[in-house]
């Protein structure tokens, strides 16, 4: 009974780090420079992005029985447009004025490739439980790339962090964070940030190995 | 990948292989009425909010930029004359009439919309008609340089330059400090392009909209505020 | 390009040696730019020479972290940071926060060059990089310009130089327009002396002509650059602008005033001529001229900037590939018959 449960966690775990699907499969890129100038949007998109993505997998990964493969594409997209759909006319109900932020994106994460990705490479093949915790992992990994995006952008780009003035008055914006030349260079940043890190712990690992062999 | 007994990917593969065309229809139009309900009763569920958020933004800004109201109604222009219509289905376009305490008209709430800098800027601004001034303006929609063009709401002194401005012969926007005219606004440094772009949409909503204020037969619009369904 | 000097050289005919290399290339264009630069010290005093600095520092800095640790020395050595942080310091207005011109150092370096695969892979000239960028960030210290200090109040400091890091700059009210700009917004033209000798507000290293050409001569002596390029983009400013001098004097500043101001000459001269960014082949230098002469007047009389040199530069480095492609020049023995259908 424990090999299921460790495997349910490295599917969750996967999509944090090692297959992190902005900065090691770097999908979602729309949303992903458009909607990070601060760390409030991040949220949002990111949250609801989290949403759709493990209410379709879920669903998917519960009737694929029932799905003929033919239609399956089809099915999916109808899947993700519902969640879409809800999850829109609720944050527009409910945070008016970040959904206006928002704008064309929400209803523009239909179009996401990350969500459809895992319909078709996941959930349509494993378990519920274990879609479940892809579809939560790689959503997870997907808010926290969007939440560093736009942490990054806003404490540059507006001296704040979710609208709390770090710097005190005399801060001079960098007017660049916000517009989207500011989107490229931080996302371009991060990734040069996040294989420097990859790297340096494959390294790591190698000359652990190394050692491993050597007093072996 | 999984190793669980029951479902490996192989057991999905051993589904019949050639299903009718009949149950591929059935499935998505299954999975069609399904979603249209789930989005339908999600929208009527969500609608009230949504447009009752709309509607408390636009009085607000109404109640913004005509100082001293006590109650709104939304007027449109119909065969040649304003006439009260609450309901926003007809396609006509609306301004809202600000009245004071003893029912007077005071101006009207006059939305405009026109190019910015990046995007369309869509605005509402007060019109007083007895003194030919706009009495204030109020960003509703813009998507301006954050940091420069987004001054435009962000930067007081701006927003307070419509406040008494005069509409004659036409508002102009002139280089930050040297606005000396009753109709000049001192344009915001740096967003030069942004500041004349909330000018011309003014100016374009006065032009569609002055003469048919000022259409004989006068103040169609005070015998109108009679009817106390306007919900105010 | 790990290989500095070779000692052995395999090529066809022509052999004959150029004793050029970078680190020599680099050293004129840094003794063409000292009278310029040491022009713009005297106008605008200390602050102009801390800025230089810190651009240069920046730019250094930045090299020196991120290149492998046997490359370093090297290409320290050659001096190419070094000529691109004081292009990009001469290009800052003097009243610009000491902060800024640092980072603006380290925009040039990283995003103008490194990124791209170091010397000689860059797609854009690096100090217009790093310009660009400030000029994105901050687009209000980039714009403010400080009138000439002169000598004797050297020492006089302004207080928006010593801003803190990342803090806004108070600016005392010694705010003043540029040539460009009083003739942009007001109508108003400087007298062509003043213009010659540097006597306007502008850029550190921009304001005087007369030494800016002299560098330019200097450095076209030395066969460091390419002559057509400046010649080209002078040639097509003046002419444009006598056409339009000539069809409403009123409305358009004449021509001689057009070459004189702003970052013209200054980005003619040492800007859009550096040799990586610009084309190889005679005919696509002088089509990269003009092109970046037409682009700087679109910009300047048409735009909704006074300047327009930087973004006309840049965007004729984008298009440098393309012209090389295309300005080939023919084969030797080969028609352009057969040489349109060699394509095919």
Known sequence: MSKPRADAYQEFIKG????????????????????????????????????????????????KRWIPRQVRISTYVIIIATFVTVTDYTLQALIPEIHKELGA?????????????????????????????????????????????????????????FGIDLFGPGFEPWVIMILPPGGFLTLGLL???????????????ERLAELETQTR | MSQDPDLTPAASDTRPAEPTSLRLVTALSLAGLLSGIIIVSVYEATLPTITAYQARMLREAVFEVLPGIERIQRLVYRDGILVAEDAEDTDDEAIFGGYGGSGELVGYAIPSAGPGFQDTIRLLYGYLPSQRQVSGMEILESRETPGLGDKIYKDQSFVDAFRGLAIDPEIRAVKKGTASAVNEV??????????????????????????????????????????????? | MKQQDPRLLVQPAPLLKQPLTTSMAMFDVLLALAPATLAGIWFFGLGALLILLASVAGALLTEWTFLP??????????????????????SLPPSLPLWMAFLGGVASIGLGKLIWGGLGYNLFNPALVGRAFLLAAFPVAMTTWSAQTGPADFFQLASSNLAAPLMHADYDGLSSATPLGLMKFQQESTPLWELVIGKTSGCIGETSGLLLILGGLFLAFRRDLDWRIPVSILLTVAILATLLFLIDPTRYPDPIFAVFAGSL???????????????????????????????????????????????AILLMNAATPLIDRYSQPRVFGKGLESARSGHE
């Open chain 1, 16 to 63: 944090l780090w090692r297959e992190n699907p902005v900065f090691a499969q770097v999908l979602g890129m729309c949303p992903m420079l458009a909607v990070t100038n601060s760390a409030v949007n991040a949220l949002a998109m990111g949250g609801a992005t989290f949403f759709v993505l493990v209410a379709s997998s879920l669903l998917v990964a519960t009737l």
């Open chain 1, 105 to 161: 994106f929400i209803p523009l994460i239909v179009a996401n490739c990350l969500i459809l990705g895992r319909q078709e490479s996941f959930a349509s093949r494993q378990p519920v439980r274990l879609a479940l915790m892809d579809a939560a992992g790689m959503g997870a990994g997907f808010l926290f790339a969007l939440l560093a995006l736009g942490s990054v952008r806003e404490v540059l780009g507006e001296g704040a962090w």
């Open chain 1, 191 to 205: 990734l040069l940030l996040f294989s420097w890190i990859a790297e340096r712990r494959q390294r790591l690992a």
């Open chain 2, 186 to 232: 001192d344009a915001i440094t740096g967003a030069t392009i942004s500041s004349k772009a909330v000018v011309r949409i003014i100016n374009e909503g006065n032009q569609r909209w002055l003469a048919r204020l000022a259409v004989p037969g006068d103040q169609p619009t005070e015998e109108r505020p009679e009817p106390p369904a306007t919900g105010g």
């Open chain 3, 69 to 90: 640790a046997d490359q370093r020395r090297g290409q320290i050595a050659n001096g190419s940071a070094l000529v691109t942080g004081l292009l990009l310091g001469l």
């Open chain 3, 265 to 311: 000459l200054f980005g003619a001269i040492y800007m859009a001529s550096d040799p990586v960014t610009s084309p190889i082949t005679p005919r696509g230098a002088w089509i990269f001229g003009i092109g970046v002469g037409l682009l700087v007047v679109l910009i300047r009389y048409f735009g909704g900037f006074p300047e327009g040199v930087m973004y």
